[in-house]
């Protein structure tokens, strides 16, 4: 496969297929000089680093502020502030976004952060 079809497998794959030409190019582009591009040995690895240049491209800035979001949670300086926001990008993807982003987040947050209340930055779990 080109890398032009793996992305365009990918984008249909999590339904965000129709983008322009040029942002298609931009993708492929980013696909093919990705650093874990070079480590993938199977088509599922390549699929894998397609997914995270897919997820990257259909990203918009948090309709709150990221800062705001981590002192909310008390998640300023710590490693689990990443996957906060990971959780916030994915919670406006399904159309909440303001106070409701946060409204959200508030009730999804306790059933997805681990019991310890701060992990170490070297100590998360890595793909």
Do not use: C
């Not at 997820?55 to 689990?80: C, H, K, T, W």
């Not at 990971?86 to 159309?95: D, I, N, T, W």
């Amino acid at each position: 496969m080109s890398p032009e079809s793996e992305m365009l497998a990918v984008l249909a794959d999590i339904g965000r297929d129709a983008l322009d030409e040029g942002r298609l190019a931009y993708a492929v582009r980013r696909f093919k000089g990705h650093p874990a591009l070079n480590r993938a040995r199977t088509p599922a690895d390549r699929a894998s680093v397609a997914a995270v240049i897919a997820l990257e491209i259909n990203l918009r800035p948090l309709s709150v502020q990221y800062d705001q979001i981590l002192d909310e949670f008390g998640l300023i300086g710590d490693a689990m502030g990443y996957a906060l926001l990971l959780v916030a990008h994915g919670v406006e993807a399904a159309g909440y976004t303001g106070d409701r982003l946060i409204d959200v987040l508030r009730k999804a947050w306790p059933e997805i952060r681990p019991s310890t209340t701060s992990i170490r930055p070297n100590s998360l779990p890595r793909r």
